[in-house]
Structure formats: C-alpha cells, structure tokens
C-alpha cells in the first residue's frame, strides 16, 4: 500500500508530528520571530518549493498548502494580528517598539539612495501626493520593495497577488464594479475577517461598506498597482461579470417602472370600460330630475288657475 501523502512532512520538511502546525513552524521559523523580512523571505522560499508540484497529480493539495503558507505569512507580518496570535501562543505582551517609517526602511535595505529619496520628497511636495506615490511614478525602486517598505511602515501585510489563488466563493461576492471603484480584491476570509489586497490604504468608508457587503469586518493587505490589476484583470475580466451585473441592475431598476407602467394601463383600459355606462347612467338621473322638475312646476302652474 503506498504511503499516504503528509505535504507537511514530504514537501516541507517538518518532521513535528504534532497538529495542527503553528504559523511559526508552518513558515519554519523561530518562536515569535518578530522580523517582518524574515517572514516573508522563509515564505518566498517554501512558496516557491511548493509551487513545483502545481501542475502534477497534487495541484489541489499545492493550492491548498500555498494558500496556508500565505494565510500564515499574512498574519506574521500583521503586527496587530500577530500580537493578537502569540498571545494565544502564550506570548507575555511586551511594549511594542516604535515603528520606523517607510523612508527609513527603504534607506536601511538600500532599496533607494538619498538622493532618490529626497528627489521623491520635492516631486510628492510639488504636486501633492505621498512620497509612496511618488517613489511607484518615478520608478526610483522596484514596486514591490516600496509597497513592502510601506506595509511594514503601518505595521500591515504585503502580497503577492500572483501567489495564490482567489476563492471563487469569495470574489463574487464583491461585485466588479465596487473592486474596480476601491481598487481592491478579497484574498482570504475566516470567521472573523476578510483581508482585502489594495495598492491604497483602505479608508474606514469603504471598509465600513464592505463589512457590510461580507458580513464579517474587512482588513487591508497591501500589493502593487500592478499586481491589483492582474488580479482584476483575472477575477473580474470586463464584458462578463460586469456587464452581466449592470444587465442585473438594469433589470432591477425596470422592473418596477414596467409593473407601473402596466399599472397605469390597466388602469386606462378599466376607465375606458366603465366611462361610457357611466355617463348613460349619468344623463339618464338628470334627464329623470328635470322631468320631475317640470312636472312639480306645471301641478304648481295649473293648481293656480283651476284652484287646485
């Protein structure tokens, strides 16, 4: 009998027996690893091994294991979800550090040079925009090291979006239109929150409107302008879901206009039935009255002269 097939054990390595697998031994690394960077390179390096063993026989438990490998990463790199995690863990909470910012990031990985930077600052100064904003227009690094040195800055995840894939499930329940509109996809859901990817940060308007649309809180995920519109590109190609909603709400929105139109002729059609008998009706009562008038007159008129 040929031995079953144990991903963790097999093509991950872990010879721990013991289940269910912490984040921490999922993504092999040590107990509350706290470095974001390492995080994600350990996650880089098991995504792509599992990522070998796609298009074979076990493509759906690779699926399935790449999508734990990012479900993993994205909470370790989430500094309030991660703290949330080790506590449960049995983690003693200690006082977080101050964070450093997406500038001091960049010039400690050596993802641009000062001057590249100060350049970014007169550019987003002149015409108004976020240094982010303007390091992505100028090209001044790599999209995904910027939008990663910015995700650690907020204490919040980066992905990549070409790293899993969406849960059909979950992508139709955000219309095509709201993705395109916020600039945003789901990603995963659990019980208690749906993380949504997004090159922006997400204002609490929209998060408030798609808690309301999942039923369950929404949670921002950072990923590049370009990797958001591949995914857009693939989950809600245009000509399909999105026409085929705006045919629905086209539909929607004639509906009552026709019942009421039908309303309304119906409405004619009985007037027109009922309209001629009534006025009949209506000049046979006055035709009686006046002839009951001149009646009572001439009684009245002949009572005189004969002395009735």
Not at 71 to 81: F, Y
Not at 182 to 210: G, R, T, W, Y
């Amino acid at each position: 009998m040929a031995k079953q097939l144990d991903v963790y054990r097999d093509w991950l390595g872990i010879t721990d027996s013991a289940r269910p697998l912490t984040y921490y031994q999922l993504l092999k690394l040590r107990q509350f690893e706290d470095d974001p960077e390492k995080t994600r390179a350990n996650y880089r390096q098991l995504n792509a091994h599992v990522r070998k063993f796609s298009t074979g026989e076990f493509g759906p438990q690779s699926q399935a294991l790449l999508n734990e490998l990012a479900k993993a990463m994205l909470c370790l790199t989430d500094s309030e979800r991660k703290a949330e995690y080790d506590a449960v863990l049995g983690r003693i909470p200690t006082q977080p550090g101050r964070r450093q910012t997406m500038e001091q990031i960049l010039l400690a990985q050596r993802g641009v040079t000062p001057e590249q930077l100060a350049k970014a600052r007169d550019f987003a100064k002149a015409v108004g925009m976020e240094v982010r904003d303007a390091l992505l227009q100028q090209r001044s690094a790599a999209p995904e090291v910027v939008m990663q040195a910015y995700a650690e800055s907020v204490g919040r995840p980066y992905l990549d979006l070409a790293d899993l894939e969406l849960d059909p499930a979950l992508v139709a329940k955000l219309p095509a239109a709201v993705a395109r509109q916020h600039s945003c996809v789901p990603v995963i859901a659990d019980e208690s929150q749906v993380l949504v990817a997004s090159p922006l940060p997400m204002n609490p308007d929209v998060e408030d409107a798609l808690r309301l649309r999942f039923g369950i809180p929404a949670r921002s995920v950072f990923c590049t302008p370009a990797s958001l519109n591949a995914a857009l590109t693939k989950y809600y190609p245009r000509g399909s879901v999105g026409a085929a909603t705006a045919r629905a709400a086209a539909k929607r929105r004639a509906e009552p206009e026709a019942e009421e139109e039908d309303e309304k002729a119906t409405a004619a059609t009985l007037w027109q039935r009922i309209k001629r008998p009534l006025v009949i009706a209506g000049l046979a009562v006055s035709g009686t009255f006046f002839l009951c008038m001149v009646y009572v007159y001439i009684k009245r008129i002949l009572g005189i002269f004969f002395g009735r």
